[in-house]
């Protein structure tokens, strides 16, 4: 099996920092892509910014110049650093990582963290 663990949201003023983490544990053997994305009540899932293993990156255009994501592929770890929040970037983030064991590819709904929750005050 494997489980992805989110770490780092909470409640920060307009204008603050804030960083999340994921770390993927269990049974594999690869990690490909790695990406946040977050979720507001009604409103379906948006990418907020990917990471391939060998380093490329893309963003959402609300985000860009303002996060930055990062990974560790030894640790399996990926994390975003959120910098200039805005009241706008409220939502529950969630870790998504496309990993295969070595069977292969994990299934869609073992590929998502729990989420965390990012609330910006104005």
């Known amino acids: 099996q494997v489980q992805l663990v989110e770490s780092g949201g909470g409640l920060v003023q307009a204008g603050g920092s804030l960083r999340l983490s994921c770390t993927a544990s269990g049974n594999i053997f690869s990690v490909n892509d790695m990406s946040w994305y977050r979720q507001t009540p009604g409103k379906p899932r948006e990418l907020v910014a990917l990471?391939?293993?060998?380093?490329?990156?893309n963003y959402a255009e609300s985000v860009k110049g303002r996060f930055s994501i990062s990974r560790d592929n030894a640790k399996n770890t990926v994390w975003l650093q959120m910098d200039r929040l805005k009241p706008e970037d409220t939502a529950v983030y969630y870790c998504?990582?496309?990993?295969?064991?070595?069977?292969?590819?994990?299934?869609?709904?073992?590929?998502w963290g729990q989420g965390t929750q990012v609330t910006v005050s104005s």
């Open positions: 990471i391939s293993s060998g380093g490329y990156t």
């Open positions: 998504n990582a496309d990993m295969f064991d070595y069977a292969g590819h994990y299934p869609p709904h073992l590929s």
